[in-house]
């Protein structure tokens, strides 16, 4: 079966987002990479993309990883408010749900807050302060 691995681009702000993210889901990076990890006569970069993250990993669960970025300037930056698609947590129990849910929404904005769904889920969902999108969910059974 595959596998579907979210990937968040970021604005110079991937280590302290992911630093954050880490701090809710626990683990460990898999891999962290900066642009001047990268950087070659064929590839050259600049200084001020540096210490901008080419690649960070965070396992999640048993199969899943979440990975960001930096986008380099030259790019363009980053609509942290545009509707981007959102980021599903599948919880294991209310409990590990009320855990991600209030972890990671701090300083963040609720949309949904934690609660018994319509559609039979235990179910929130939330704006990080990073401007990322997330739900979390528990299947409780009804």
Same mark, same amino acid.
């Given at each position: 079966m595959?596998? &579907?691995?979210?990937? &968040?681009?970021?604005?110079?702000?991937?280590?302290?987002?992911?630093?954050?993210?880490?701090?809710?889901?626990?683990?460990?990076?898999?891999? &962290? &990479?900066?642009?001047?990890?990268?950087?070659?006569?064929e590839f050259p970069v600049a200084d001020e993309e540096a210490e901008k993250i080419m690649l960070i990993t965070l396992p999640i669960g048993k199969s899943t990883m979440l990975m960001a970025n930096d986008v380099p300037s030259f790019l363009g930056k980053v609509n942290e408010n545009e509707n981007r698609s959102k980021i599903s947590v599948s919880a294991e129990s209310k409990e590990e749900a009320d855990t991600i849910f209030n972890g990671l929404s701090v300083g963040g904005q609720v949309e949904a807050p934690m609660s018994d769904s319509p559609w039979g889920t235990y179910f929130g969902m939330f704006r990080d302060k990073y401007g990322i999108e997330w739900t979390v969910e528990f299947q409780t059974g009804k």
């Open positions: 595959a596998t &579907i691995n979210p990937w &968040i681009n970021f604005n110079g702000n991937a280590l302290e987002a992911f630093t954050f993210y880490k701090s809710v889901f626990g683990g460990e990076f898999t891999k &962290i &990479i900066h642009f001047k990890d990268l950087a070659s006569p």
